[in-house]
């Protein structure tokens, strides 16, 4: 199954760029194989001729990394990069470069589909000045790059530039309608799908003030009277678009206090009063961190984070937000690469890695086998049997939660639910799998909490079935979006009363079978909410 989809990420700074230790050589193994795509195959050292053949649990975590040239493009840092997923390549513009002095206006494109290594992009037009620090989005609809802003010749910028790709790459600046941005560098800058606009987010020598550009045939720029976020101007964060949720969310950054990154998370919703609140993830955090990398993937519902300067710990340790149940988890690589706080990363859905190039171009590939995050929440611990970062479709794995001293394990959360322990779960997709813990007079009743259980079957290749429990009487609104944040499909828009219900979805849309790839069923029950994921295959 290969699912399309395109992903945006923020644009990063920072100056250092620090080795680690390697991590174990994972050799081949023999059972449950599955072959590598033809990039990650040639770039892995393993196997020089032949397909490389990983069992899946050692597989879904590895970094590979490749040294393509010539032609190459010169290190640099504060580029922009973006997936291109019509052509399957990663374009790259900008950057300062430490041989000049100075920034570049260079366009460099590398190919994600094979081994065939960059290739410098001569667009026609007037280019953009030489610059750092700005930021850039993969416009979809007009099959275009975006860049707004940045450091040019020692001056921060606000102007808007299109690179189209079709029918040949040419430069175009924009002439949006509205008061634009203050100049700036620095900024976050997402591509809001369901609405066709990029939205920006704070940077140096600006507020923390939230800009969306549409994108249609008259851009026009409009400040988002968002409240509730600090005052402080922060630079060096990353931001994702969450299209099952529609919202963005951002991360960490700098300054918090006098001289420590940021480790705070917040989200900004897309609907309703736009007001930043500060999200509260279960799970250990990782070190607070500025010029750090962040990807969205789809696959798997998460924010992948890696890298950046942090107050303590390991950034070179890639960690993940689990959306679905709003918790961290530090990944367990088979292998690691050095750290960076210079580079920005993209989310190649196609081949389903995290893609960043500084020098060598780095991909960690999460395309083995199933991945199951299991986090434990309020003092407890969870175990695993077998004992493995990813599993193969259809195998069985046996969690078993263990309290600490004064504590009762309460139920499963996300992909899992209720409170059998031990628990038999089948993988039949990624999945993520919360074990909550309370003091024993705290336990309430399973039954009557507010929950969307996962779909099932899942994934499937027709109909399939979504139960919801709702502790008490509510106006329930349950619809099917696509993972671009659209909605195609309302299943119930009614009054129910408390209890368990079910609905199925037929996998049409429009009385059209829907096309295979992701959908999130999105649950709201008054001010609750809920989002599952559906992976619908043909």
């Not at 990813?390 to 939660?401: D, F, I, K, Q």
């Not at 799998?433 to 909490?449: H, K, Q, R």
């Amino acid at each position: 199954m290969r699912i399309n989809a395109f992903l945006l990420v923020a644009v990063l700074h920072g100056s250092s760029l620090a080795a680690t230790a390697p991590g174990p050589s994972i050799p081949p193994h023999a059972s449950n194989p599955r072959t590598l795509s033809a990039r990650q195959r040639a770039v892995g050292a393993h196997v020089a001729d032949q397909p490389l053949l990983l069992a899946p649990e050692d597989d879904c975590q590895r970094w590979f990394v490749s040294s393509p040239g010539p032609p190459a493009p010169v290190y640099r840092d504060g580029e922009t990069p973006i997936f291109d997923p019509v052509r399957h390549r990663l374009v790259m513009f900008g950057g300062y470069r430490p041989d000049l002095g100075f920034g570049t206006d260079e366009v460099w494109a590398y190919d994600l589909a094979g081994n065939t290594g960059w290739t410098q992009l001569l667009p026609s037009g007037t280019a953009p000045f030489a610059r750092a620090g700005h930021s850039a989005i993969y416009d979809p609809i007009g099959d275009r790059m975006i860049v707004f802003g940045g450091t040019a010749f020692h001056i921060d910028r606000n102007d808007t530039w299109a690179l189209d790709f079709s029918p040949s790459p040419a430069w175009h600046q924009l002439a949006p309608t509205g008061v634009p941005p203050s100049p700036r560098n620095g900024q976050t800058a997402i591509y809001d799908s369901a609405r066709h606009r990029m939205v920006i987010f704070a940077g140096n020598q600006a507020n923390n003030e939230t800009w969306a550009l549409s994108l249609g045939a008259t851009p026009a720029w409009t400040k988002i009277p968002a409240t509730g976020f600090p005052v402080t101007q922060r630079s060096g964060h990353t931001a994702i678009y969450d299209p099952a949720r529609d919202r963005m969310i951002v991360y960490g950054g700098f300054p918090c206090g006098d001289v420590l990154p940021c480790g705070d998370l917040w989200q900004l919703p897309f609907t309703g009063s736009p007001t930043w609140t500060q999200m509260s993830p279960v799970g250990a955090m990782p070190p607070g961190r500025s010029s750090h990398m962040a990807a969205y993937d789809p696959q798997r519902d998460r924010m992948v984070i890696y890298g950046g300067g942090t107050d303590s710990g390991n950034p070179a340790q890639p960690w993940t937000l689990e959306l679905g149940v709003n918790a961290w988890k530090q990944m367990v690589t088979a292998n690691s690469v050095p750290n960076s706080t210079t580079h920005t990363a993209i989310f190649d859905s196609i081949d389903e890695g995290f893609v960043w190039c500084g020098g060598p171009v780095y991909e960690l590939s999460f395309a083995g086998g199933l991945e199951l995050s299991v986090i434990a929440s309020g003092g407890g611990s969870v175990s695993t049997d077998p004992p493995q970062r990813c599993y193969a479709s259809g195998s069985t794995v046996t969690l078993t939660a263990t309290p600490n001293p004064s504590r009762v394990f309460y139920r499963w959360r996300g992909s899992a639910s209720g409170n059998t322990n031990p628990l038999a779960f089948t993988m039949t997709d990624h999945a993520a799998i919360v074990a909550e813990f309370v003091a024993p007079t705290a336990a309430p009743d399973v039954a009557l909490d507010f929950s969307l259980a996962n779909a099932a079957p899942n994934p499937t290749s027709a109909s399939t079935r979504l139960d919801y429990s709702l502790p008490y009487a509510a106006f329930v609104r349950l619809v099917i979006v696509d993972v671009a944040g659209r909605e195609v499909a309302q299943l119930l828009r009614s009054l129910r009363g408390p209890g368990r219900h079910s609905v199925t979805w037929d996998g049409f849309v429009q009385n059209q079978r829907a096309p295979a790839g992701i959908y999130f069923a999105r649950l709201q029950a008054g001010e609750r909410r809920a989002v599952q994921r559906i992976v619908l295959v043909h």
